[in-house]
């Protein structure tokens, strides 16, 4: 399975915007980025996933780097609701059997100060 | 509409011991998941389900077996409870089949204490 890597933990302010890196060098041009997020005693709540471009919704943008090696979840405006741990993950774009499972590493801690 | 619903939410087991956890999804999903998370580590695979009638080992398969009763219900069997296999379950589901790609749905989790 294609890995990723992300920060520990990181640390934001309130209402201020916050970049959460993610580096996939060994990515395949089949597999989708999709990111989740966990708030503390929660199960993982799906955010946003992407290709190849830059993706929008509600509750972030996905920043996809034009070689996809890496990307970047933006939260525009963080909140104390944001805290949680957010994990980048890969997963194939084939169908079928255990392609396209979701492996959980142990993702980025973000703290909101308010 | 519930989404992904867990029972128990907490259980405390004795070595050797033997329970089911159960999980139901009312999405008309067609996969369904079983996740274990430790303390301070990521999710772990225990076993899925691509569709009602199949299911497939993940990563961490010892000690568990599942049943994927109809399309709504999915459970996880310990047979013979371990203190290795304290930890927090979580169910999932999503819609598979040519929906493939659309996300996953978490329930809240089951805390499961081994002694």
């Known amino acids: ?114 | 509409n519930a989404g992904v619903t867990q029972t128990p939410k907490f259980q405390v087991l004795k070595t050797g011991q033997s329970m089911t956890l159960q999980c139901a999804q009312d999405m008309n999903h067609n996969s369904m998941y079983w996740y274990r998370q430790d303390p301070g580590m990521g999710l772990r695979l225990i076993y899925y389900s691509a569709s009602e009638g199949t299911t497939d080992k993940g990563e961490v398969p010892n000690g568990y077996n599942v049943s994927r009763l109809n399309k709504r219900e999915f459970s996880l069997r310990l047979e013979s409870a371990a203190p290795s296999q304290t930890s927090v379950y979580f169910c999932a589901s999503r819609k598979g089949g040519q929906g493939w790609n659309y996300g996953y749905t978490f329930g809240s989790g089951t805390r499961l204490t081994v002694v």
């Open chain 1, 1 to 114: 399975d294609a890995k990723t890597t992300q920060p520990n933990s990181m640390e934001s302010n309130e209402e201020e915007p916050v970049h959460l890196p993610c580096n996939h060098s060994t990515i395949s041009g089949t597999d989708y980025i999709h990111w989740y997020r966990q708030l503390p005693s929660q199960g993982p709540e799906y955010v946003i996933h992407g290709l190849t471009s830059n993706v929008n919704n509600r509750m972030a943008s996905l920043a996809i780097a034009e070689d996809r090696k890496s990307s970047t979840l933006i939260l525009h405006r963080a909140t104390l609701r944001d805290a949680a741990v957010y994990y980048c993950i890969l997963r194939e774009g084939n169908y079928g059997g255990s392609q396209g499972n979701l492996i959980f590493g142990k993702g980025t801690k973000l703290s909101v100060k308010p």
